[in-house]
């Protein structure tokens, strides 16, 4: 008897942080993070201030589990990417990211509008930098740690910029074919999209 009075608080636990977390997606969409506030989020959850006030100590805290959420479910993906195989090929990097991204497309993208110092893209930041670093490393892809380093810096910049600008922007081509030419770039560089003479 007491495991399914259990079950059902704690689906209710779920389904309320569920649509609170919705809720607190929707307003991002529609404004800045710091003109919402908890009544905001409340109304459009359909429950009461108190309500969010058991579950969360305010919007920043929702914010920050969002991000951490994200993040982790980055971190786990990235750990299963071999990337001292596919560095010099990383297409298979980027259909991994593309995925993790489609499935949390609006989430994702509520976030990277926020800017670019936002902490959802540093912590992004910090997990891609540390494994492409590690990754080159142990390819011993470079001889000197300052070229390593270099590197690593260009390229996460370089990827979650386009990643950022992509989801601010109308969106016109598709993640996956964002996701090839990053891979090519970073595969061939510019050369691989100059006109040829």
Known sequence: MYEVAQKKSDRRVLKTKRAIRNAFIKLLAEKDINDITVTNIADEADIDRKTLYNYYGGIFEIREELENELASLLDQAIKEIDFANN??????????????????????????????????????????????RQSMEEAKLFSDSY?????????????????????NSERRQPLEKISKDVGRLVAYGLKDFVKAD
């Open 87 to 132: 560095i010099k090929n990383p297409l298979h990097i980027f259909e991994i990211l593309t995925s993790i991204l489609t499935e949390h497309l609006e989430l994702c993208g509520y976030l990277m509008k926020l800017n670019a110092n936002s902490h959802i893209v540093r912590k992004i930041d910090g997990v891609l930098r540390n494994k492409v």
């Open 147 to 167: 070229t390593l380093d270099l590197c690593a810096d260009f390229l996460t910049a370089g990827i979650l910029s386009v990643y950022q600008s992509w989801f």
